[in-house]
């Protein structure tokens, strides 16, 4: 294999466009999930809301040929289906673990069904069209970091437009501070005025939708649709919660370091001989997970302070 096609100097700048791409919707999902952990929930379910935002987005890019229209399907497919968890460890304080985990194979399960109802089974899959890359004026001209970060889709730049926008009314605004308390402790917060289940009820929509738009973004960056697409996106997110300590925009370096590590397996793997190569390609493809995983644990076991929020996964329940 020659080293020199992955991490040369003319393939270092298509490997980190390719490793933002990669990570945008792995960013926002986990972004997302971070506003609602923050307010002691934990959205499990991020997976499955992806795999729905995903087929939601297939369909509707594949009828009408829009994709910021089928973003903002997808992230109205990602929304109803957290308002099944919503309801579920919200309102009924059924254990979020389970509730996670079912609306996973929920979401898995529905984009199946709802693929074959659309498209039936076919010999050529159906392909869309994905959004078009755009040159920032001015900016996509400095060298290297132009075509790396201004000279991508416009759906990647709403996407990290809406992780700048959570981290602002996380850390910013009085809602935010609401999102805290309501974390930290309910109670106190409840005893202050502030609605305990409405706030989780808000952060676990916008955690749906955010991750619904994540689901549509890796549909917009493939053009088809395939059971398991998401490719466990939904859980490395998760992870980028920890290793961002729960911050939104902590999400953007946990999720780069996926993206790149992906970016560099699929170009090492290709420079190697594809699935022709004598190394198992199953082991290029497990290379980001492992990496995100010791990061986790690295992250975990390192810093002395656990910044989870102490009520994380606790359900409340208001006094009567």
Aim: overall charge neutral.
């Amino acid at each position: 294999m020659n080293w020199s096609d992955v991490l040369g100097a003319g393939a270092l700048v298509p490997l980190l466009t390719a490793a933002l791409r990669l990570a945008v919707p792995i960013i926002l999902a986990a972004a997302g999930a971070c506003l609602a952990e923050r307010s002691g929930l934990m959205n499990l379910g991020i997976e499955g809301q992806m795999m729905v935002g995903a087929i939601t987005a297939f369909v509707t890019v594949y009828y009408t040929g829009n994709p910021l229209f089928g973003a903002v399907t997808g992230a109205l497919a990602g929304l109803l289906t957290a308002a099944v968890v919503g309801y579920l460890t919200i309102t009924m304080a059924v254990d979020q673990i389970i509730t996670g985990i079912s609306v996973v194979i929920l979401g898995t399960g529905l984009a199946s069904f709802l693929y074959l109802q659309v498209f039936g089974i076919t010999g050529t899959p159906p392909r869309i069209q994905g959004s078009t890359p755009v040159d920032l004026p001015v900016l996509s001209d400095i060298p290297a970091i132009g075509q790396i970060v201004f000279s991508q889709s416009p759906l990647v730049y709403a996407a990290l437009l809406l992780v700048v926008a959570l981290w602002w009314v996380l850390s910013r605004t009085a809602f935010g501070l609401s999102v805290r308390a309501a974390g930290e402790s309910p109670d106190a917060a409840d005893s202050v005025g502030v609605s305990v289940p409405r706030t989780r009820w808000i952060t676990l929509l916008i955690s749906g939708a955010t991750a619904g738009m994540a689901g549509a973004l890796v549909i917009d960056g493939l053009g088809f649709f395939q059971d398991g697409i998401t490719g466990g996106r939904g859980w490395i997110a998760l992870g980028v919660v920890i290793l961002a300590r729960w911050n939104p925009l902590g999400a953007i370096a946990g999720g780069f370091m996926f993206g790149l590590v992906d970016a560099f397996q699929l170009r090492v793997q290709a420079a190697s001989g594809g699935q022709a190569t004598s190394v198992p390609y199953e082991l290029f493809q497990a290379m980001p997970y492992a990496v995100t995983l010791v990061a986790v644990v690295v992250t975990t076991v390192g810093f002395a302070r656990n910044n989870a929020p102490k009520s994380l996964g606790v359900p409340f329940v208001p006094a009567r």
